[in-house]
């Protein structure tokens, strides 16, 4: 998969949505890219070997089989000699993927909510997550009124609590 830069991959959608009125559609990209042959400018993005690109496929067929799976649990926080009690319910993925190890196919951990090292992942993952999703909204967010500073407070709050669970 030759150097593809994020502008190059813009410029190449962008021309050939403006030739296909102003629409982008993945499978007929593909076709085009296959007919082209080496000539497209993103023909080193695919895979072409059938085989690899199967098992690619399969791969990700995996990934998409434990994507979205949650798990629902109880939070009890008993406050030492204090009457109060606070229980509430929560959810999160079933499994999740570590960043560290992910790019050679590290697999999944099962979800552990008492492990402090799981929850570090879990809250440096929320933070990139959400960061990646303002990146994409902001407009929209402020479009209809919502702070940037509160969701920027989110962002740097759970990268404050995963450096402190991690330490």
């Avoid at 499994?95 to 590290?106: A, E, H, I, T």
């Avoid at 967010?141 to 989110?154: P, T």
Wanted: proline residues 4%; charged residues 25%.
């Amino acid at each position: 998969m030759g150097t593809f830069t994020k502008a190059l991959r813009q410029k190449i959608v962008e021309e050939f949505a403006v030739r296909h009125n102003g629409r982008y559609n993945p499978a007929l990209f593909v076709e085009e890219v296959r007919r082209t042959g080496d000539s497209h400018p993103a023909h080193g993005w695919f895979e072409w070997s059938p085989e690899k690109a199967a098992l690619a496929y399969q791969v990700e067929q995996a990934r998409d089989f434990a994507r979205d799976l949650r798990v629902t649990f109880t939070v009890q926080v008993v406050n030492g000699g204090k009457r109060s009690v606070k229980v509430r319910e929560t959810a999160m993925p079933l499994v999740l993927s570590p960043m560290d190890g992910r790019k050679n196919g590290g697999g999944y951990l099962l979800v552990n909510p008492d492990d402090p090292a799981y929850m570090a992942e879990h809250c440096g993952q929320a933070a990139q997550a959400l960061r990646s999703w303002w990146s994409r909204y902001q407009s929209a967010a402020e479009h209809v009124s919502i702070a940037a500073s509160d969701v920027e407070a989110m962002i740097a709050k759970l990268d404050t609590d995963t450096a402190q669970i991690a330490a």
